[in-house]
């Protein structure tokens, strides 16, 4: 079955940078589109930044110039890099593997997430 295994997270100081890893096995093709999501205490999880199949990206208003997502489809990892760090970046990080090449949809392999802690 498809997998996410997520990696990288923990506790960085504002200003700082951090990568996060995901990990997918079970997957036959390797081209859907990867969005990584977060989630902080009391609020919706909200999408931080997506790429497609074929690389296009997209980005939370919030996060733009800071951080960047990625993709290795040989190695089947995908990766967020956090850049500028800020506090109200803090939350857990969750990667998502879509159903879709082209589009992120509400659909798709979810990691089991992973605690990034911004201290100021």
């Known amino acids: 079955q498809v997998q996410l295994v997520q990696s990288g997270g923990g506790l960085v100081q504002a200003g700082g940078s951090l990568r996060l890893s995901c990990a997918a096995s079970?997957?036959?093709?390797?081209?859907?589109?990867v969005g990584w999501y977060r989630q902080a205490p009391g609020k919706q999880r909200e999408l931080v930044a997506g790429?497609?199949?074929?690389?296009?990206?997209t980005y939370a208003d919030s996060v733009k110039g800071r951080f960047t997502v990625s993709r290795d489809n040989a190695k089947k990892m995908f990766y967020l890099q956090m850049n500028n760090v800020k506090p109200e970046d803090t939350a857990v990080y969750y990667c998502?593997?879509?159903?879709?090449?082209?589009?992120?949809?509400?659909?798709?392999?979810w990691g089991q997430g992973t605690q990034v802690t911004v201290s100021s």
């Open positions: 079970g997957i036959s093709f390797t081209l859907n589109a």
């Open positions: 998502k593997y879509d159903t879709r090449w082209d589009t992120l949809t509400e659909s798709g392999y």
């Open positions: 790429i497609t199949g074929p690389g296009t990206t």
